[in-house]
């Protein structure tokens, strides 16, 4: 892989002890300047520390989790680095990229695409598992031997996804309201059709669901999902995620929350929980 160029700070703020830094850079990867977050907690300044990645969901960048998530107070308190990529390849205006919610801009999947134009740029994946924490982990305290990942509906697909591929890199993982099998409902449908092409053979290797049966993955996985999330029957569907676990042996703790939808807010309302989880796995 190509290095990336190096890194523009555009923001820093002071933040519960540490710093919320944004940042910009040449990905290499996805052949395009991309922005990211990271928060660095008050431990940083003593030596490096754990790093979790926060995927966002669809239409988001890195502002929407590290603004209205209230991740850094916990990040603070257990000593996390967080880091918060976006969610697309940007600046690059492909026919087509911009016309749906739901594909192109702000909705890489977190895969890397095979179908053309898209192959040449729509590397998510790689981007987030190989060029991103390269890049982070040269340039700041962070302790690359404990990385977690996290994310929230396509980016909750994206971290199971990141976990199950790379079970010796992760440490933790846990996800809010995934998309758990994206090969069966019509979000990750649409995107596999256009990002991987229409042979749905090549799909499972993009899909939670389907990695379950083969992935060497078996620590705990945390996932939270409210219970009035409008889009929990038609694109969601968690019990697809606990029956393939239940089969492969891996602990899956499905926490259904009574009355919260897909927002920030029910985000913001049990990230302490997440942040513990990954904490734990992390500590040592």
């Known amino acids: 892989m190509a290095a990336s160029e190096g890194l523009e700070r555009l923001k820093r703020h002071a933040c519960f002890g540490g710093v919320q830094e944004v940042h910009r850079h040449r990905s290499a990867v996805l052949g395009c300047a991309m922005e990211f977050a990271l928060y660095l907690p008050p431990q940083a300044s003593q030596g490096p520390v754990p790093l979790v990645t926060y995927l966002s969901g669809l239409t988001c960048t890195w502002e929407n989790a590290t603004t209205k998530a209230g991740a850094q107070r916990y990040a603070a308190e257990h000593g996390l680095a967080l880091l918060f990529p976006d969610t697309s ?47 982070v982990g040269g340039a700041f305290p962070l302790d690359m031997a404990r990385q977690g990942i996290m994310g929230h509906s396509m980016g909750g697909h994206g971290a199971l996804v990141c976990a199950f591929r790379h079970p010796d890199r992760y440490r933790s993982v846990s996800a809010f309201s995934p998309i758990v099998a994206p090969s069966q409902v019509p979000w990750g449908r ?48 968690p019990e697809l995620l606990e029956a393939a676990c239940a089969g492969s042996g891996i602990p899956l703790t499905v926490r259904r929350q009574d009355g919260y939808d897909h927002s920030y807010y029910f985000i913001a309302s049990f990230m302490g929980d997440h942040l513990a989880h990954h904490a734990a796995a992390l500590r040592g």
């Open 89 to 135: 390849p940007r600046g690059l205006d492909l026919p087509g990229e911009h016309e749906r919610y739901d594909f192109g801009s702000g909705a890489g999947f977190y895969i890397d695409a095979t179908a053309d134009p898209w192959a040449a740029n729509y590397r998510m994946f790689s981007y987030v598992t190989e060029e991103l924490p390269a890049l």
């Open 190 to 237: 649409n995107a596999f059709t256009g990002y991987l092409g229409p042979d749905e053979t090549a799909w499972a290797a993009w899909d939670a669901t389907a990695l379950a049966a083969s992935t060497g993955w078996r620590k705990p996985v945390l996932v939270d999902q409210g219970t009035g999330d409008e889009f929990l029957a038609g694109q969601l569907r």
